[in-house]
């Protein structure tokens, strides 16, 4: 799944993170069928092949979930923000300093509300969020 998409997320550059979710999301349209992936994500099949990172991490998993290996969507989703929730936890890492950390433009707050769900974020940014706390707890 996403959070694991490359054993040392810190090690490896953020956009390094980036190709990686892309591989995942790639391997699993090429499974099941761009056309069952677009139906799933809610977007055109242009949208897959032109901007996977654009997706929202809902969307991602409704994706992955059509896979035999994944869990359904939902629990993907929250996968993925337990292990950032965990990883800010064992950082000693706030959301305002992840922020700062990050080149997103987003305040604290609006970092939190993305990490919680509370507002949609794209995996472009879930990978620099994602890439800011795993370099944090690889110091």
């Given amino acids: ?21 892309e591989d995942e999301l790639r391997a699993a349209v090429e499974t099941v069928g761009a056309d069952a992936a677009a139906a799933a994500a809610d977007v055109s099949e242009q949208a897959l092949s032109n901007g996977m990172l654009e997706l929202t991490l809902e969307q991602a998993a409704e994706i992955l979930a ?19 929730l965990m990883g800010m936890t064992t950082g000693i890492l706030d959301v305002d300093s992840l922020a700062s950390a990050v080149d997103l433009d987003l305040s604290g707050q609006e970092v939190q509300q993305a990490i919680e769900g509370r507002t949609s974020v794209t995996l472009n940014e879930l990978a620099a969020i994602h890439h800011a706390i795993a370099v944090r707890n690889e110091r």
């Fill in 66 to 84: 059509l896979t035999d290996e994944n869990p359904d969507a939902d629990a993907i989703v929250w996968e993925f923000r337990d292990h950032l």
């Fill in 1 to 21: 799944m996403l959070y694991d998409a490359v054993e040392q997320p810190g090690a490896v550059s953020a956009d390094e993170l980036r190709a990686a979710y």
